[in-house]
């Protein structure tokens, strides 16, 4: 079935959101889920270049897409999100960063893949699932929040499987999730993807990571390797001259 580029028109008249030091500019529900840095990060650790074309898995409302479009003047990128509302403010979040012909909205699950993404070979998939189990927390009653925290019928498994299938032989998977969750990671990934990098996300010196920024390639052979990951904030407050250059001056995390 023809994915409807235009079901629903996101509002116009909310306050944005900036990321990247004013270069993305962000329209989100009010009193609904809300993209904080951790697209940010993930957009930084998907080390596209010119000329390649990027699945956003869950593009919510397109924070991660549009932060690596912005980043990277030559790349495509396609947002896939089941929830016609958040594509809605997706595609106008496109517009207001100045990135529409770069950045497409895709309508649909990706248990039941939409047929504009029917044998689609991407250089790179990019997301960030839901990070909690069914029955790991209560279910958020705001539809949008519970959609964007808690897994529903689609898995980690499935959302790994997935990227598999959309991937170019050698492509490479990216994806930000909690560290608690590193065993599922890893079992998911198994048989599937290799040449694993995993860069833990330290929120201040001396306190355990609790996200991880992880980078696979598909049939990849290569060792696992751990980073030294990156400190979010300085002891004293504020965010490290390292999350500063990623945050604010949109420069790529390389590992």
């Given at each position: 079935?023809?994915?409807?580029?235009?079901?629903?028109?996101?509002?116009?008249?909310?306050?944005?959101?900036?990321?990247?030091?004013?270069?993305?500019?962000?329209?989100?529900?009010?009193?609904?889920?809300?993209?904080?840095?951790?697209?940010?990060?993930?957009?930084?650790?998907?080390?596209?270049?010119?000329?390649?074309?990027?699945?956003?898995?869950?593009?919510?409302?397109?924070?991660?897409?549009?932060?690596?479009?912005?980043?990277?003047?030559?790349?495509?990128?396609?947002?896939?999100?089941?929830?016609?509302?958040?594509?809605?403010?997706?595609?106008?979040?496109?517009?207001?960063?100045?990135?529409?012909?770069?950045?497409?909205?895709?309508?649909?699950?990706?248990?039941?893949?939409p047929d504009a993404l029917r044998g689609a070979g991407f250089d790179r998939v990019m997301m960030n699932p839901p990070y909690l189990k069914v029955?790991?927390?209560?279910?958020?009653?705001?539809?949008?929040?519970?959609?964007?925290?808690?897994?529903?019928?689609?898995?980690?498994?499935?959302?790994?499987?997935?990227?598999?299938?959309?991937?170019?032989?050698?492509?490479?998977?990216?994806?930000?999730?909690?560290?608690?969750?590193?065993?599922?990671?890893?079992?998911?990934?198994?048989?599937?993807?290799?040449?694993?990098?995993?860069?833990?996300?330290?929120?201040?010196?001396?306190?355990?990571?609790?996200?991880?920024?992880?980078?696979?390639?598909?049939?990849?052979?290569?060792?696992?390797?751990?980073?030294?990951?990156?400190?979010?904030h300085k002891a004293e407050g504020g965010y490290s001259p390292e999350a500063e250059r990623v945050l604010r001056d949109a420069e790529a995390l390389a590992f």
């Amino acid at each position: 079935m023809p994915i409807s580029e235009q079901s629903i028109e996101a509002p116009v008249n909310l306050p944005a959101d900036f990321l990247l030091n004013g270069r993305v500019r962000l329209l989100q529900p009010e009193g609904g889920y809300r993209a904080a840095i951790d697209p940010v990060f993930l957009a930084a650790v998907t080390a596209a270049r010119d000329g390649e074309r990027v699945l956003d898995v869950g593009t919510g409302t397109g924070a991660a897409a549009l932060c690596l479009a912005v980043r990277v003047p030559g790349v495509a990128v396609v947002g896939l999100e089941q929830r016609a509302d958040a594509c809605a403010f997706a595609r106008r979040n496109a517009a207001l960063s100045g990135v529409a012909e770069r950045v497409t909205v895709v309508e649909g699950d990706l248990l039941a893949p939409p047929d504009a993404l029917r044998g689609a070979g991407f250089d790179r998939v990019m997301m960030n699932p839901p990070y909690l189990k069914v029955g790991a927390a209560s279910i958020p009653p705001d539809g949008w929040k519970a959609a964007a925290n808690v897994e529903g019928a689609a898995q980690l498994a499935d959302w790994v499987r997935f990227a598999g299938r959309m991937l170019k032989p050698r492509g490479t998977l990216t994806m930000v999730h909690r560290a608690d969750r590193i065993e599922d990671i890893l079992h998911a990934l198994r048989g599937r993807f290799g040449s694993l990098v995993l860069v833990p996300l330290w929120p201040k010196p001396g306190v355990e990571a609790k996200r991880l920024l992880l980078v696979a390639r598909k049939g990849g052979r290569a060792p696992a390797r751990l980073t030294a990951g990156l400190t979010v904030h300085k002891a004293e407050g504020g965010y490290s001259p390292e999350a500063e250059r990623v945050l604010r001056d949109a420069e790529a995390l390389a590992f």
